[in-house]
């Protein structure tokens, strides 16, 4: 997949992540500067080392689980240090991105999760790479939908029935 798959794939994963009983509060957790963290979190195995070919990211040490060991441990420390406002809960987030770009890579070529220790591959082109441009699409699409569009329709939804309750509060209490 391309890298702009990998980067919104979490970020729509993350829209899923509301108690229905805060919907406000949960909402608002997921600011811009999270998803930003969660998009780029999706996206580092391809940013920390850049490749074109599959090849290249069968011997890409980001590209395994060493890395990924290596990026909890980092994300973790720094949660735990209180540094940069990351919580423990923004950094699981963090590690689960990267982790899932691993996974997805694995579906769309294969992955050598060992490497350097073992250059033994795992997973195949299950998605070939000609629909790869299709998915960046429409993993845009998703995201723009439940990231932007469907909380701006559920705040003017909110406030439309909010004022209709207090005008019917109004006109009763004048009754
Ligand atoms: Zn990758």
Redesign the pocket.
């Known amino acids: 997949m391309n890298v702009l798959s990998?980067a919104l794939i979490p970020v729509i994963a993350s829209s899923f992540d509301v108690k229905r009983s805060r919907v406000e509060s949960e909402s608002s957790y997921w600011n811009a500067k999270r998803l930003t963290f969660l998009a780029v979190c999706g996206a580092a195995?391809?940013l920390l080392d850049p490749h074109l070919y599959l090849a290249s990211?069968l011997s890409s040490w980001s590209?395994g689980v060493p890395a990924l060991l290596g990026v909890a441990l980092v994300l973790f420390s720094l949660s735990r240090a209180g540094k940069f406002g990351l919580e423990t809960r923004l950094a699981a987030w963090g590690v689960s991105a990267y982790a899932l770009?691993l996974c997805c890579?694995a579906i769309s070529g294969g992955i050598a999760p060992l490497y350097p220790l073992s250059p033994v591959v795992i997973g195949a082109y299950y998605i070939p790479p000609v629909l790869w441009p299709m998915l960046d699409f429409g993993f845009l699409f998703i995201a723009y939908f439940l990231r932007f569009a469907l909380p701006r329709w559920l705040a003017t939804r909110a406030r439309a029935t909010g004022a209709r309750h207090r005008g019917d509060c109004n006109s009763s209490g004048q009754g």
């Open positions: 990998h195995p391809d990211r590209h770009h890579d």
